[in-house]
């Protein structure tokens, strides 16, 4: 059972504020949201995690909303580089499995 | 930056033929995972240890794969027999408690003809 949903692809033009959604309206109170990309040939690559606060590290910000049942992943200043597929996943807090879904597929536009 | 080392980068073998892959987690990290990825698949948990112990491989074909932790700073999948359908890029990822976000390797991408 998929535990997120996401748009299969995005547009973004650079310099502009990436905004990723990403539903989960079935996440329980025990199950935090994790957020990593796969940059074209790499393995994929952490960018941040949060339960139930929104969290900014310096790659990006994580907004999760009051109910918890979607989040937003933002990247403030997209750069060429950020061209990836981007990946929302749900963990339970108990559990060390990360298991990926289809993610979203983010273009970059010069 | 501290990194997980995969090696072989690359590997083309015949089928029938046995393969092994090696990662070195990143030193201190005590969870080694092994996922392996598809255009049509996507990415796929095959195994993962914790403190060297196997704790789940239900993702893994069992008469043919087999994932061990010799030592803390070796992992290793094996393919024996190979089949084509096992073409595939396999990545290896470490992390140091399930708190954090988890360090993946470049990957070994495996070519079975």
């Known amino acids: 059972d998929a535990k997120t949903t996401q748009p299969p692809s995005m547009d973004c033009a650079e310099g502009r504020a990436a905004n990723l959604p990403c539903n989960h309206s079935t996440i329980s109170g025990n199950e935090y949201v994790y957020w990593y990309r796969q940059i074209h040939s790499q393995g994929p690559q952490y960018i941040i995690h949060?339960?139930?606060n929104n969290e900014t590290n310096e790659m990006a910000s994580l907004i999760i909303t009051e109910d918890r049942k979607s989040s937003t992943l933002i990247l403030p200043h997209a750069t060429l580089r950020d061209t990836a597929v981007y990946y929302c996943i749900v963990r339970v807090s108990w559990d060390d499995k990360i298991i990926f879904g289809k993610g979203t597929r983010l273009h970059i536009l010069p | 930056d501290a990194r997980v080392t995969q090696t072989p980068r690359h590997k083309v073998t015949e089928m029938g033929q046995e393969v092994t892959m090696r990662c070195q987690p990143i030193?201190?990290?005590?969870?080694v995972f092994w996922y392996r990825q598809t255009m049509m698949q996507g990415l796929e948990l095959l195994a993962y240890?914790?403190?060297?112990?196997?704790?789940?491989d239900s993702g893994m074909p069992k008469d043919r794969f087999s994932a061990e932790m010799p030592d803390a700073t070796l992992a290793t999948l094996k393919i024996q027999p190979s089949e084509p359908r096992d073409s595939a890029v396999y990545f290896c990822?470490?992390?140091?408690?399930?708190?954090?976000?988890?360090?993946f390797g470049s990957g070994t991408r495996l070519t079975v003809v």
């Open positions: 949060g339960l139930k």
């Open positions: 240890f914790r403190n060297r112990a196997p704790l789940d």
């Open positions: 030193l201190g990290h005590n969870t």
């Open positions: 990822a470490s992390g140091l408690g399930r708190w954090n976000g988890y360090t």
